[in-house]
């Protein structure tokens, strides 16, 4: 993707000599303009030159080097005085720098509220600029808080084995204070991304060998396993810096429990026990989630300022964690209801303490309960926002990445383009559709992101991704099988390589239609959750709503829910339909979300609304609008009538 950068024009800077000759430096291309504006104004005298030229450092100079002499002369003439004035107007102007940064502290954030939304309650903790002498001692703060400018120039760091840690960003007395500079993603999170590969191929290969119910089910539970200890890891490189040995070696053993965790999920509900491996399966994932125990524990211990949430997230470690362990005691199905109460636990008890927080921010001083959990919660870590969307839209293009890697296959000799490759380039085609919509329908033009909108959406946000990544995993699990099914003209086993051979069937399995089927429709729903939980700006003239386009989203939904029952379908029309169903949501996404006034071919001239103003002919001419030139005119001139009185709102069609 590319974009244009659409930045502000330099406007004309202004200053008048010692001799009292007003002097405009302007860009090359308003030169003419202002000549012709201001040369009929002969009762002042102003000379108009090109912003970086010889003229306009040789007048800025001589400007300096006057009012230089002037404060010299009157240092000698007024002595002690002079210096003890100028002592207080230099305290006074830091002191009036401070405060105004301590009443907004948003300057550094523009990038990210253009790119998130605009948050009131949101300040940075930093400034694009250094502080020097005493703002420098006003600004200083805690070495437990992160508060290390991006500007700094660094010659060289020694990286420590152990370090304190220090909270990157933090809810405080109902402000989000951060740092000004984006947050990107770390090379080690990548690599820990590349374990997750390995579990969504070994889940979809073992899905379309096995399209059961009870395969299904073992999906599902140990896929929302994994899920949580990426989830947990992504919050936790969130909240802290990652920067010396002792954490790395963490996220280094997290990786190692992630390995041996997924090669026992195959086997874990077998009803052999001497092949069972659930045991193994969930002692792998409690020396997961126990060392994110310990981690919150050694914070809550050199970090009295976030203790409060560090206890509770160790009690969400510890509770489920005794489930888990109980239900290794207990056989099937008794062992569900054990499982499914863990996991319960494990996905949403942060919701508690972040209950507790919110509060105890509103109670106060009101009640009793109120001060203790505004005492126990006075600072609360805080996700980065821009950390937390890239690191999942990262894991969804993993996601996406998945269902193009299970269609491939290999000929097996001479030109054969047939059946399989026609299904394969469909399914293709199907995963760019999914990833457009996401990211370039649903990801684009948002005004307020659901993570800064509030709360609510925040957390549906964050929760819907789950049931769309499965779903998504389920469907190409689905499709990966589909592709090798021989009820089509042109599909003939021959003519791929042995080790896909074992993959052809004659006939599509009642399974693979439900798990395909039926998982594009859970990711298209959870898709438009994603996105309804999104604040979009609304052009005056865009053709449908909002709300249109997520309805006909739903009603091919409900449609895919039910294809499976069509029976008489084959592999290639299954394929087919799914793929127009998918164009046709990415068709009415892109009509919805144009405007009448903006052309689909030609130049683009932008969703754009006129508003009309009544002002005289002496408002236009103190501004400078009639001067200009008409094809570089800012403002449209029309004369009103007798009876026009009102400025009117007109939408340009």
């Known amino acids: 993707m590319s974009s244009i950068y659409t930045g502000r024009r330099r406007r004309p800077q202004e200053f008048t000599l010692p001799s009292g000759k007003k002097v405009i430096a302007s860009l090359p291309e308003d030169l003419e303009d202002l000549k012709r504006r201001y040369g009929s104004q002969h009762e002042v005298q102003v000379e108009i030159v090109v912003h970086g030229s010889p003229e306009h450092s040789r007048y800025l100079t001589e400007t300096r080097d006057h009012h230089e002499r002037r404060r010299n002369q009157l240092r000698e003439k007024h002595g002690p005085a002079f210096e003890e004035w100028e002592e207080v107007q230099r305290k006074l102007s830091t002191v009036s720098t401070e405060l105004e940064r301590l009443s907004t502290n948003t300057a550094g954030l523009n990038g990210n509220f253009n790119k998130f939304g605009y948050g009131a309650y949101v300040r940075a903790y930093d400034d694009d600029e250094e502080l020097e002498g005493p703002a420098a001692s006003v600004a200083s703060m805690s070495d437990t808080l992160s508060v290390t400018s991006s500007r700094s120039v660094r010659l060289g760091e020694t990286t420590k084995i152990f370090k304190k840690p220090v909270v990157k960003q933090w809810f405080h007395q109902g402000l989000l204070w951060r740092a000004s500079e984006q947050t990107e993603i770390q090379a080690i999170e990548l690599f820990f991304d590349l374990v997750y590969v390995g579990i969504i191929h070994i889940n979809g290969e073992h899905m379309w060998a096995d399209p059961t119910g009870r395969e299904l089910l073992r999906f599902a539970i140990t896929f929302i396993m994994s899920w949580k200890l990426w989830a947990d890891l992504t919050l936790t490189l969130s909240w802290f810096e990652t920067n010396d040995v002792f954490t790395r070696v963490e996220i280094l053993f997290e990786i190692a429990c992630l390995l041996g965790f997924t090669?026992?999920?195959?086997?874990?509900?077998?009803?052999?026990?001497?092949?069972?491996?659930?045991?193994?399966?969930?002692?792998?994932?409690?020396?997961?989630?126990?060392l994110f125990f310990l981690h919150f524990a050694i914070t809550s211990y050199f970090l009295p300022m976030v203790r409060g949430v560090m206890i509770c997230e160790c009690i969400n470690v510890l509770i489920p964690s005794s489930l888990w362990i109980a239900?290794?005691?207990?056989?099937?199905p008794s062992r569900l209801a054990l499982?499914?109460?863990?996991?319960?636990?494990?996905?949403?008890?942060?919701?508690?303490?972040?209950?507790?927080?919110?509060?105890?921010?509103?109670?106060?001083?009101?009640?009793?309960?109120?001060?203790?959990?505004?005492?126990?919660?006075?600072?609360?870590?805080?996700?980065?926002?821009?950390?937390?969307?890239?690191?999942?839209?990262?894991?969804?293009?993993?996601?996406?990445?998945?269902?193009?890697?299970?269609?491939?296959?290999?000929?097996?000799?001479?030109?054969?383009v047939n059946g399989f490759l026609g299904k394969a380039v469909l399914g293709l085609v199907q995963a760019f559709i999914f990833?457009?919509?996401?990211?370039?329908?649903?990801?684009?033009?948002?005004?307020?992101?659901?993570?800064?909108?509030?709360?609510?959406?925040?957390?549906?946000?964050?929760?819907?991704?789950?049931?769309?990544?499965?779903?998504?995993?389920?469907?190409?699990?689905g499709l990966s099988k589909l592709v090798f099914i021989t009820d089509t003209p042109g599909t003939n086993p021959e003519q791929l390589s042995e080790a896909y051979l074992e993959r052809t069937e004659s006939d599509v399995p009642n399974g693979i239609r439900f798990f395909y089927c039926h998982g594009l429709a859970i990711a298209l729903l959870f898709m438009g959750v994603i996105s309804a939980c999104h604040e979009h700006r609304v052009p005056a003239t865009l053709r449908w709503s909002k709300r249109t386009r997520l309805a006909i989203r739903a009603a091919v939904c409900i449609i895919l829910f039910f294809l499976p029952m069509a029976k008489s379908l084959n592999s290639l029309h299954l394929i087919s339909i799914t793929l127009g169903l998918s164009g046709c949501v990415l068709l009415a996404e892109l009509f919805g979300k144009s405007c009448r006034n903006d052309p689909f071919i030609g130049e683009r001239s932008g969703c754009s609304v006129r508003y009309f103003c009544k002002c005289t002919k002496k408002d236009l001419e103190r501004v400078g609008i009639i001067e200009e030139k008409p094809e570089r005119r800012s403002a449209e001139i029309f004369k009103l009538g007798v009876r026009d009185k009102s400025a009117v709102l007109g939408v340009q069609d």
């Open 339 to 416: 499982i499914w109460i863990a996991l319960a636990l494990d996905l949403w008890g942060q919701s508690l303490p972040i209950g507790l927080f919110a509060y105890g921010q509103r109670a106060g001083n009101k009640t009793s309960l109120g001060r203790l959990l505004s005492g126990f919660f006075e600072f609360y870590p805080a996700n980065n926002i821009e950390h937390r969307v890239e690191r999942t839209n990262a894991f969804v293009s993993l996601v996406l990445g998945y269902s193009v890697v299970g269609i491939m296959f290999q000929s097996y000799g001479g030109y054969t």
């Open 435 to 477: 990833n457009w919509i996401y990211f370039d329908i649903d990801g684009y033009n948002i005004d307020v992101h659901a993570i800064r909108r509030s709360a609510p959406s925040a957390i549906i946000w964050g929760h819907a991704h789950l049931p769309f990544v499965m779903g998504y995993i389920l469907a190409s699990a």
């Open 327 to 332: 239900s290794i005691h207990v056989s099937m």
């Open 263 to 290: 090669t026992n999920m195959t086997y874990s509900f077998n009803d052999n026990e001497e092949h069972n491996t659930y045991v193994m399966l969930v002692s792998f994932y409690l020396a997961a989630r126990l």
